[in-house]
């Protein structure tokens, strides 16, 4: 199967136009799970994305022994406190990241949440009963290889966001170094599992399970560095938040991060580019598309 290349024109035309009367509620809510000791990073990048993404409001909930250090990095995201044990999400916090999810229009769980049983706990629990669009990433992904079947039996979206290490853990096999393949097996495992799947890398795939298929065309190697992934999953969650339907929103956050990359890359240089560069760079992206 061949794939559609995502272009400026395209990932335009999938993105809603804002309403002059809209207000916070019109442009969507988001809550993103993330963070643990000594990952205090992934959350900001995160929701920092979520925010320059366009989402009205950003709801940010962490384990309780990290609050203090995050609080003080948010100034647009909300941050909240969870139930924590020896520096990680107990389970005693499912209850509190249920009801905030209900009240939200997408989810994002697993930037820099670390792996331990409270965390499978909470993972576990929002993959199977939360009913609201969900993005899983990075130790989200982790907790879900070990009860992949839960993903079978969501009621709702679900987009999954892997590097090639975590596609391993969540399909039992390394993908491919031949694109072609890694396309076939990015699709397989979308029908498969009912998700949107965004194989990242370079030329990202992005599939679905109706047979939607999109490469990537932006991007360059100074992204390779930690915190992108993050500013990826908020990106995600902010455009399925805002209306847009889970695999063009996927697809279009992978363009548009993609994109920012290569805006850095010119002003700054691939060495000394940075996550956070990413997102200063997301306006001169976004302003074209509008």
Known sequence: MEPIALQQELVKGWLPVRPEDG???TFGKVDIIAGCEGFTGAPVLASRAAVR????LVFLQVPR???????????EAMPAPLADEAGKLSALGVDAVLNRLEGCDAGLIGPGLGQSDGVDAVVWNVVSRCEKPLVVDADGLNSLSRHILLLNHRNA???LTPHDGEFR??????PSKEQAERRRQAAAFAKEHGCVLVLKGHRTVIADDQGSLFENTTGN????????????GGLV????AQGIAPVYAAAAAVWIHGRAGDLCAEALGQRAMTPSDLIDKLADVLRPLE
């Open 23 to 25: 207000h916070k509620g």
């Open 53 to 56: 993404g366009g989402t009205g």
């Open 65 to 75: 022994c990290v609050y203090p250090i995050i609080a003080v990095k948010c100034d």
């Open 157 to 159: 979206p679900t987009v």
């Open 169 to 174: 853990r969540l399909a039992g096999v390394w």
């Open 221 to 232: 190697a100074g992204m390779a560095k930690g915190g992108s992934g993050d500013v990826l």
């Open 237 to 240: 969650v902010s455009l399925m």
